[in-house]
């Protein structure tokens, strides 16, 4: 038991590392070398697009800076805690690797939040950013902005003429931008409800437990 905890702890903790690591290097490259706005062609569908936002995931904006980055340093910190429980208690490997890499997309957005006003200058249309510039970053701690590039307009296309309220009208499908931090969240979220939303309930348990 206390050999199969150990596994868990650690694939816990490579997952975690591994996540952090790869989000932050494309996120310090993409703000070092690109332009505001900048956009790289892959296909036609597929474009690195570096952008940076003050919200939430895939770029929404709901409420203020401060709160939401107060917030996601304790939702960070509650997961963690609970992460460490469902190792203790043997959950599933597979579960277990979900909540990481929950836990580790809302840690490198965070990242951001708290660090990247400090150590950039401000990325804008004619000036790519500079680590830890002379005259100081951009912003103050923990009101830094959120890097994000990964854009996929599957379906970009007008919406014929002849069809009522939206005829003519520019239609994008999927135009959220997002960052490989946002991605761990979503394929975190996505994959324990697919196939571990059975341990969900026991997982619950232990959270009651305190």
């Not at 590392?17 to 996120?27: E, N």
């Not at 409420?63 to 910190?77: E, Q, Y």
């Not at 836990?103 to 500079?130: C, K, M, P, R």
Request: with cysteine; glycine share 8%.
């Amino acid at each position: 038991m206390a050999s199969s905890i150990r596994t868990k702890g650690w694939i816990a903790l490579t997952t975690i590392l591994s996540v952090l690591i790869i989000d932050q290097v494309i996120k310090v490259w993409i703000k070092t070398h690109m332009y505001w706005h900048e956009s790289i062609r892959v296909t036609d569908w597929c474009y690195i697009y570096f952008t940076e936002n003050n919200g939430m995931a895939f770029g929404m904006e709901i409420i203020g800076k401060l709160f939401l980055t107060t917030f996601r340093i304790a939702a960070v910190i509650a997961i963690g805690y609970y992460l460490y429980r469902f190792i203790k208690h043997g959950l599933k490997t597979g579960f277990i690797v979900c909540v990481s890499l929950i836990l580790t997309g809302a840690l490198g957005n965070i990242i951001d939040s708290v660090f990247y006003g400090v150590l950039f200058s401000e990325s804008s249309h004619a000036q790519v950013a500079t680590f830890l510039p002379k005259g100081g970053g951009y912003a103050p701690l923990l009101y830094g902005k959120v890097v994000d590039m990964f854009y996929f307009p599957i379906i970009d296309t007008t919406w014929p003429a002849w069809m009522p309220f939206v005829g003519g009208e520019h239609f994008i499908f999927f135009s959220p931008i997002f960052n490989f931090a946002d991605a761990a969240i979503s394929c975190g979220i996505i994959a324990m409800l697919l196939f571990y939303s059975r341990y969900l309930n026991e997982s619950y348990q232990l959270i009651k437990k305190k």
